[in-house]
């Protein structure tokens, strides 16, 4: 298998690897650079459980290459918190309980926050469209829509 | 002080759970999220037949591969301990493939890349065997069999040999209570299979020295079964064996057994190399988890006052390719929610060319309860009866002889009945194509094999070790529970959950049984710490022990020498523990009984649009007998959780077998689980009736949710749209075929 070398930002940092071309960047994240915040659930674009921004576009990250990442900026939820400060999300998420396993976490949160960059303000039916992609088999979804919306509130909050 | 009077100061709050931050940064390490130096990657070849008899295994090519280090068959393993043959036979084919997917071979090589492709180089030579995947068509004389020889006495006779088991419950003359009706209904329900659907697929890591001694990394609901489970499989001491669980991300069942486990310390043992193995998405779907599908007649008599005189179900279950007990509990709480005087149910185990059934969240009683649930519903309409009012008329109390025989203590279905009919839920107006259905649940819950240790730190903070894998926020609920008995705060409390080699045998996080056993154990730890700080100090102050009393966190003297000592809290007993006989621990290990049975009643509003037959559900409510909540937020959790997986077996979860009887839908896309806009908000009431058994109060809260929304969508939908259904999971064009026949 041919190897490409990638140059890429993730998480605001330049990164340089080498991937087999044929490598998601999923495997490219959780297997090469040992980011594994970012979960495999189905690796077919259905669960969200490996959702990424690609140049602020949320993506599933199974279903892009490694090397597309090339000159691009990818943003995952290990870059969320800042440093020690969690993203409002992120500390929502913890107050309404919106997790029970965990493991569809990452994909919701960096899902969620793609949301509210384009969209600070959504009705209950818009953040459960834009969720609809990402699965979530523990929680029935309830405090998942409860904390964005609390979260999006807050965020007006801060930038009023 | 009983646990209803008693006045809680960290129970009852809402305290974020140890593992949250880790959860919401991407730090938890999950089952995939583990490598070792020099690991190989493992991958199984599975079968394409539904039942086949493999003739040879060709490995020579796969074996050839640069960078392929192992290739196992089933011939390498050893001959099982006694009780994990099927385990074994499940985990790696023998003679027969029994089901679509069914492992056949496995190897280890140093790429995922080139271990995928050495699967493709191994050549299975079948002679394929007629198969049957269907329920109603297994129990026929003339079925293909599954296995000759299994079929235990009690069967009755003018089945196949694929119904193996059979059992019976109940009590009365059913025949007199049906006399005795003014109505009697009689139906044939349905339900398809269902996947549990965790989001995390299995994934595994092990090692094994020349020793033969083996270390796993795992994601699972139970590692000391799965210790049990593998040394069984490869006829190995299960001291030799260490295993520790990741977190895990989902099981609701699924993950209370062995299917990759076993496999991947063959692989180990045989190439001498740390292995990790991850499942796909369609191996999860087509070798691991399903439920049974099932066919149920019911027949259930009522009065005109509403009273049940009688209620018979005979409920046959598809268990998959080995034999199970899953339908003794459908068997059991079919009708337990009710005080009957004559009730009679049987359960009939049925083996098929599927997948081997796991443990799915009440296992056995969401079909059963669906079938129940819709006679009565039924009959309700057919007397012109309120449904709520006669599940209050029937409704089972403590003192109350259950359908399964034992006689219930204390619980909550009155109050939840109670609870439900004031809900404004229950008197909210419905729109055109709207139906509001009821049901109640139930389910036993479980304690079982458990040990805690619960250790003061030398700086008085307080760690806790435990045996259960924490899906839901245990670790959290188990702190509160020793920080309220200990009398300090939640933080200076750290639950672990530990490897099988620090502690005495657990059974798996399964049969809602970790908040009760776990906790209860972790209590009585914490009074065993009390209990010896009492006796120490007793022995420092040269006091009688009875006259040391531990209370709001501090030992206190109250004998009549009070005044000449001063309280010491738990951080001043640390300090000085080492010079009163070294460190003080607690530890609890019990076979915990009095787990306490739980009810829930759920409302559901569906709208089913009269073109299409496309169902939605505009509301719903759950109202369950917790007991006692510990934290509320992950009762509801579970409530909620539990509910939309009932309501996704009720609308559009099924497995789809073709005629050659492999899984038609391997995937999410097509196996469709409920989606956050397929939803409204999941509404909860948590009704409080202690559990005798527990310091607390604590009753189970996990499974019960499951149960009562089959019925509850099933009740909503047939009232919305005019014609009863009973055949799940409710699709449109079921339901509009339904709606279109006269």
């Known amino acids: 298998m041919s190897h490409s070398h990638v140059s890429t930002t993730i998480n605001g940092q330049a990164v340089q690897y080498a991937c087999p071309t044929d490598a998601s960047l999923l495997e490219v994240l959780r297997d090469q650079l040992g980011m594994t915040g970012t979960k495999e659930g189905c690796g077919s674009g259905d669960c969200g459980a490996c959702s990424v921004s690609l140049d602020g576009r949320l993506v599933c990250s199974c279903l892009v290459l490694g090397v597309e990442a090339q000159g691009r900026t990818v943003d995952t939820i290990e870059g969320m918190a800042d440093k020690n400060k969690l993203h409002t999300l992120q500390t929502k998420f913890l107050e309404h309980a919106a997790l029970q396993c965990g493991i569809c976490t990452p994909g919701v949160l960096v899902a969620a926050r793609s949301l509210l960059e384009k969209n600070p303000d959504p009705t209950e039916q818009e953040v459960r469209y834009w969720l609809a992609g990402n699965l979530c088999r523990c929680t029935g979804y309830d405090k998942i829509i409860r904390a964005v919306l609390e979260a999006a509130k807050t965020m007006r909050e801060e930038q009023a | ?742």
Not at chain 2, 162 to 182: P, W
Not at chain 2, 459 to 487: C, F, K, Q, Y
């Open chain 2, 1 to 742: 002080m009983s646990a209803q009077t008693k006045q809680f100061k960290v129970i009852g709050q809402r305290l974020q759970r140890p593992d949250g931050i880790d959860k919401v940064t991407g730090r938890a390490r999950y089952g995939a999220d583990i490598d070792a130096a020099g690991m190989l990657h493992g991958k199984i070849l599975r079968s394409p037949h539904a039942h086949a008899r493999i003739l040879s295994i060709d490995t020579s090519a796969a074996e050839q591969l640069n960078g392929v280090m192992a290739v196992i068959t089933r011939a390498d393993f050893p001959t099982p301990h006694k009780g994990f043959e099927d385990v074994q036979d499940n985990c790696m084919a023998g003679d027969r493939v029994l089901y679509d997917g069914h492992a056949v071979a496995a190897v280890a090589a140093t790429s995922k890349h080139i271990a995928k492709q050495a699967i493709k180089l191994i050549k299975v030579q079948y002679q394929v065997l007629p198969h049957v995947t269907d329920v109603e068509q297994a129990i026929q004389p003339d079925a293909p069999v599954v296995h000759s020889g299994l079929v235990s006495r009690r069967v009755p006779k003018g089945f196949s040999e694929n119904v193996v088991r059979y059992s019976s419950f109940g009590h009365g003359n059913i025949e007199t209570g049906f006399k005795a009706a003014d109505a009697v209904l009689e139906r044939t329900y349905k339900t398809e299979a269902t996947h549990q659907g965790y989001i995390e697929p299995h994934a595994c890591m092990a090692s094994m020295g020349l020793d033969n001694r083996a270390d796993m990394w795992v994601c699972t609901q139970g590692h000391f079964w799965i210790r049990n489970m593998c040394a069984g499989v490869m006829a190995m001491e299960s001291a030799s064996l260490r295993v520790t669980a990741s977190e895990i991300g989902g099981g609701f069942g699924g993950k209370t057994t062995v299917f990759i486990e076993p496999v991947v310390l063959a692989l180990a043992k045989k190439s001498g190399r740390a292995v990790k193995m991850v499942m796909t998405r369609e191996e999860v779907l087509r070798a691991t988890g399903p439920t049974v599908s099932t066919m149920m007649h019911v027949k259930v008599g009522m009065n005109k006052a509403g009273r049940i005189t009688a209620a018979y179900a005979k409920l046959f279950y598809q268990a998959g390719a080995y034999k199970q007990a899953t339908v003794d509990f459908g068997a059991m709480p079919a009708f337990a929610p009710y005080a009957l005087e004559n009730v009679k149910t049987e359960g009939l185990d049925v083996i098929t060319n599927r997948p081997r059934t796991a443990s799915y969240r009440a296992p056995g009683a969401p079909p059963a309860c669906f079938a129940a649930e819709s006679a009565i519903d039924e009959l309700c309409q057919e007397l012109g009866l309120d449904p709520m009012e006669v599940r209050l008329i029937n409704a089972a109390k403590g003192g109350t002889k259950s359908s399964y025989g034992p006689t219930f203590e204390d619980h909550g279905l009155i109050q939840c009945l109670e609870a439900a009919k004031a809900h404004p839920h229950w008197q909210a107006p419905l729109e055109i194509n709207q139906g509001r259905g009821l049901a109640a649940g139930f389910w036993f819950n479980f304690g079982g094999e458990t040990c805690v240790s619960v250790f003061l730190n030398n700086d008085g903070s307080v760690t806790v070790t435990e045996g259960n894998p924490d899906i839901g926020g245990s670790r959290a609920s188990i702190s509160m529970m020793v920080a309220e008995e200990l009398g300090i705060p939640y933080e200076q409390v750290r639950t672990t959950v530990t490897d099988t080699g620090s502690l005495g045998p657990n059974e798996p996080t399964h049969g809602s049984r970790v908040t009760f056993a776990v906790g209860l154990a972790a209590i009585k730890s914490a009074r065993a710490i009390i209990d010896e700080i009492r006796a120490r100090l007793a022995r420092m102050w040269e006091v009688d022990v009875t006259d040391v009393v531990w209370q709001d966190g501090a030992a206190h003297y109250t004998g009549n020498k009070a005044g000449t000592f001063e309280p010491l809290d738990l951080r001043q007993v640390a300090d000085i523990a080492n010079n009163l006989g070294g460190p003080i621990a607690g530890h609890h290990e019990a076979n915990a009984e009095g787990a306490g049975v739980s009810f829930g009643v759920h409302i559901a509003d569906t709208e089913v649009d009269p073109e299409t037959g496309f169902t939605s559900v505009k509301r719903y409510t759950v109202i369950q007998d917790a007991g006692k909540a510990i934290q509320p937020d992950y009762v509801e959790g579970q409530l909620q959780g539990g509910a939309v997986q009932g309501i996704g077996w009720a609308l559009n979860e099924e497995y789809v077998y073709g005629e050659d009887g492999c899984l038609q839908n391997t995937g999410f896309l097509d196996y469709r689980i409920p989606v956050a806009s397929d939803l409204p908000m999941i509404d909860t009431v948590i009704v409080e009736v202690p559990n005798p058994g527990h310091p607390f109060g604590v009753r189970g809260v996990g499974e019960t949710p499951i149960v009562p929304p089959l019925a509850a969508i099933a009740n909503a939908v047939s009232r919305a749209c005019g014609k009863r259904q009973v055949d799940l999971p409710m699709s449109p064009p079921k339901v509009l075929a339904s709606m279109q026949k006269a």
